[in-house]
């Protein structure tokens, strides 16, 4: 929903804040003061071309900016995410447009392209009355309406699982497809694996392996030191027969100092980690044995594991994982005809699936565009278009192929005129009669797509009494399901707003200027008798305001 639209320095706009709610909301004003650029300000927000011709004279840049709440705007936050421009349930656009023709934008304070501004905004305002604005135009976003107006929800789910389900199965053909002849892949893999299968790759044996060719190495020098230290461990001149005859000279001096027993019972432990170091000494001795053949045996073991490296080019420890997935491939390439040729039933069954699910979905929105067409038709005539007629016609795609939308495509069309064939939507030239059209498109869908803010300009364009009466309540009762912004030039339709602001014009320092203001109750009554009785404003006219507010239950009436 939109909360607030700043404009400064825009066509002939200084600066203005507006802040919007809930409902309908319209704008009105003099002939020439203005009312429409709020409708523009949005529409370049959205992601219009950039027009110098909308700054305001003598200013180096017009700047717009709006913020939206997206509580109740889950694709909008999904895009905001997916972009990285998300920033809790708040958004914000802001665009500048320079006089020498360049223009920026931003996405909550983020740099971002036009495309990215538009793409975001198609998912927060619906424009309805100028057909660059036009979202309904957009054949895709025809089908989004006709499929929430029918609430094919569950076809749409069935429909797109399908059309995963045959596509992944195709994508596997054709990788499958695409490998060709493998039997030489095979024989390659076969020998680089038999060669990697004849030795001992596991990363603990590597490691074990590197340990004993350096013990066996250096035997002759490890086993010279185990001996010489083992000499000094053992025999009268030993280094515990030292330890003992020290601890024997200082506990006849105990008695004369109380902390030699600390230095006692430090040298016991001395002599204890002697006598265990003494036998684990003797034993790593014993394990030590001089034997070329072996070592020569440890060298060739080795020199092997680091040719496999280099020719699989992988450290030696990752050589049993290469083994492993050498293994992985053959079983994947051994199996792949097999697997090719099973795939077609797979195929073909995921396909039926498909065609079935697209069927149902067909038949639903068969059903959908006839209610969608003569409820749009019957509202068309109660909107001032007598003899206009709207259907919704289905067209297959003729493409036998997973569409995760269905078999076919939607194309609204559209007479103003008894006798005359309908044409498609985006074809009508009237911007009056294009934005009663999709007002009565929107009301007979009961606003069911996804953009929360709609905006109607000239939607009260060629009209006026009761038809004027009928487009002002039909807007209120859009207004009670979505935000609805209306620029109007009729008191019908500006008494069935929830709020009201007025555009007016004045000359200042040789220029001419807008303002927006918000009317209060007093303020509404008194626009609505200009409206009504032009400049003059008479007592007739102001009782004719309040009447209309009193009959729209609008405060003010009074």
Same mark, same amino acid.
């Given at each position: 929903?939109?909360? *607030?639209?700043?404009?400064?320095?825009?066509?002939?706009?200084?600066?203005?804040?507006?802040? =919007?709610?809930p409902?309908?909301?319209?704008?009105?004003? %003099?002939?020439?003061?203005?009312?429409?650029? @709020?409708?523009?300000? &949005?529409?370049?927000?959205?992601? +219009?071309?950039?027009?110098?011709?909308?700054?305001?004279?003598?200013?180096?840049?017009?700047?717009?900016?709006?913020?939206?709440?997206?509580?109740?705007?889950?694709?909008? +936050?999904?895009?905001?995410r997916?972009?990285? =421009?998300?920033?809790?349930?708040?958004?914000?656009?802001?665009?500048? +447009?320079?006089?020498?023709?360049?223009?920026?934008?931003?996405?909550?304070?983020?740099?971002?392209?036009?495309?990215?501004?538009?793409?975001?905004?198609?998912?927060?305002?619906?424009?309805?009355?100028?057909?660059?604005?036009?979202?309904?135009?957009?054949?895709?976003?025809?089908?989004?309406?006709?499929?929430?107006?029918? *609430?094919?929800?569950?076809?749409?789910?069935?429909?797109?699982?399908?059309?995963?389900?045959?596509?992944?199965?195709?994508?596997?053909?054709?990788?499958?497809?695409?490998?060709?002849?493998?039997?030489d892949?095979?024989?390659?893999?076969?020998?680089?694996?038999?060669?990697?299968? /004849?030795?001992?790759?596991?990363?603990?044996?590597?490691?074990?392996?590197?340990?004993?060719?350096?013990?066996?190495?250096?035997?002759? %020098? +490890?086993?010279?030191?185990?001996?010489?230290?083992?000499?000094?461990?053992?025999g009268?001149?030993?280094?515990?027969?030292?330890?003992?005859?020290?601890?024997?000279?200082?506990?006849?001096?105990?008695?004369?100092?109380?902390?030699?027993?600390?230095?006692?019972?430090?040298?016991?432990?001395?002599?204890?980690?002697?006598?265990?170091?003494?036998?684990?000494?003797?034993?790593?001795r014993?394990?030590?044995? @001089?034997?070329?053949?072996?070592?020569?045996?440890?060298?060739?073991?080795?020199?092997?594991?680091?040719?496999?490296?280099?020719?699989?080019?992988?450290?030696?420890?990752?050589?049993a994982?290469?083994?492993?997935?050498?293994?992985?491939?053959?079983?994947? &390439?051994?199996?792949?005809?097999?697997?090719?040729?099973?795939?077609?039933?797979?195929?073909?069954?995921?396909?039926?699936?498909?065609?079935s699910?697209?069927?149902? &979905?067909?038949?639903?929105?068969?059903?959908?565009?006839?209610?969608?067409?003569?409820?749009?038709?019957?509202?068309?005539?109660?909107?001032?278009?007598?003899?206009?007629?709207?259907?919704?016609?289905?067209?297959? !795609?003729?493409?036998?192929?997973?569409?995760?939308?269905?078999? %076919? *495509?939607?194309?609204?069309?559209?007479?103003?005129?008894?006798?005359?064939?309908?044409?498609?939507?985006?074809?009508?030239?009237?911007?009056?009669?294009?934005?009663?059209?999709?007002?009565? @498109?929107?009301?007979?869908?009961?606003?069911?797509?996804?953009?929360? !803010?709609?905006?109607?300009?000239?939607?009260?364009?060629?009209?006026?009494?009761?038809?004027?009466g009928i487009?002002?309540?039909?807007?209120?009762?859009?207004?009670?399901?979505?935000?609805?912004?209306?620029v109007?030039?009729?008191?019908?339709?500006?008494?069935?707003?929830?709020?009201?602001? /007025?555009?007016?014009?004045?000359?200042?320092?040789?220029?001419?200027?807008?303002?927006?203001?918000?009317l209060?109750?007093?303020?509404?009554? %008194?626009? &609505?008798?200009?409206?009504?009785?032009? @400049?003059?404003?008479?007592?007739?006219a102001?009782?004719a305001?309040?009447?209309?507010?009193?009959?729209?239950?609008?405060?003010?009436?009074?």
């Open positions: 929903m939109l909360k *607030r639209l700043s404009i400064k320095d825009f066509a002939v706009v200084s600066a203005t804040e507006l802040e =919007f709610g409902g309908l909301t319209v704008v009105s004003g %003099e002939t020439g003061a203005g009312k429409s650029l @709020i409708v523009d300000a &949005l529409g370049f927000l959205s992601g +219009l071309r950039a027009d110098a011709g909308m700054v305001r004279h003598g200013a180096r840049r017009a700047e717009l900016d709006a913020e939206f709440d997206l509580g109740d705007s889950p694709l909008a +936050l999904d895009w905001l997916e972009q990285e =421009f998300d920033d809790g349930k708040a958004c914000q656009l802001r665009r500048t +447009l320079r006089a020498d023709g360049g223009s920026r934008a931003w996405v909550n304070g983020r740099p971002a392209t036009l495309s990215q501004l538009g793409a975001l905004a198609a998912l927060l305002v619906e424009i309805h009355g100028q057909h660059e604005h036009q979202a309904l135009l957009s054949r895709g976003s025809q089908l989004v309406l006709l499929d929430a107006f029918g *609430r094919h929800e569950a076809e749409l789910a069935a429909v797109a699982t399908a059309a995963h389900a045959w596509s992944s199965l195709l994508q596997e053909r054709a990788r499958l497809s695409a490998a060709g002849d493998v039997s892949r095979i024989d390659f893999l076969e020998h680089q694996h038999a060669e990697l299968e /004849r030795e001992v790759l596991e990363p603990d044996a590597i490691e074990e392996l590197v340990a004993a060719h350096r013990r066996q190495a250096h035997a002759t %020098e +490890l086993v010279e030191a185990c001996d010489a230290a083992l000499e000094r461990l053992g009268d001149g030993s280094l515990p027969a030292v330890v003992q005859q020290l601890r024997g000279a200082l506990a006849r001096m105990q008695a004369h100092e109380s902390r030699l027993g600390e230095v006692d019972a430090m040298l016991d432990g001395a002599a204890i980690q002697l006598d265990e170091a003494a036998v684990l000494l003797d034993r790593v014993a394990d030590l044995d @001089i034997d070329p053949d072996h070592l020569q045996t440890q060298e060739h073991r080795l020199s092997r594991l680091h040719e496999l490296s280099r020719k699989h080019r992988v450290p030696p420890e990752e050589l994982a290469h083994r492993d997935a050498l293994a992985a491939e053959l079983e994947s &390439l051994a199996g792949s005809a097999k697997r090719l040729a099973g795939l077609e039933g797979e195929i073909g069954t995921a396909a039926g699936a498909w065609r699910a697209a069927a149902r &979905l067909g038949k639903a929105r068969a059903r959908a565009a006839t209610a969608l067409g003569k409820a749009t038709t019957a509202l068309i005539g109660e909107l001032g278009m007598g003899g206009g007629r709207f259907e919704v016609a289905l067209e297959p !795609t003729g493409d036998d192929a997973p569409d995760a939308q269905g078999a %076919e *495509r939607v194309e609204f069309l559209v007479t103003a005129n008894a006798g005359q064939p309908p044409r498609p939507l985006r074809k009508v030239a009237s911007g009056g009669e294009l934005s009663r059209i999709s007002l009565a @498109i929107e009301v007979a869908a009961l606003g069911l797509d996804a953009v929360q !803010t709609m905006v109607f300009d000239e939607v009260d364009s060629g009209i006026g009494g009761n038809v004027a487009v002002g309540r039909k807007l209120r009762d859009l207004g009670n399901r979505r935000q609805v912004l209306c109007t030039h009729l008191p019908q339709v500006a008494a069935q707003g929830h709020a009201h602001y /007025r555009v007016s014009k004045a000359e200042s320092e040789g220029m001419t200027q807008s303002a927006v203001r918000l209060d109750d007093a303020g509404r009554q %008194e626009e &609505l008798a200009r409206m009504l009785g032009g @400049i003059e404003v008479s007592r007739e102001r009782a305001a309040r009447r209309l507010l009193r009959e729209a239950g609008e405060p003010g009436a009074g």
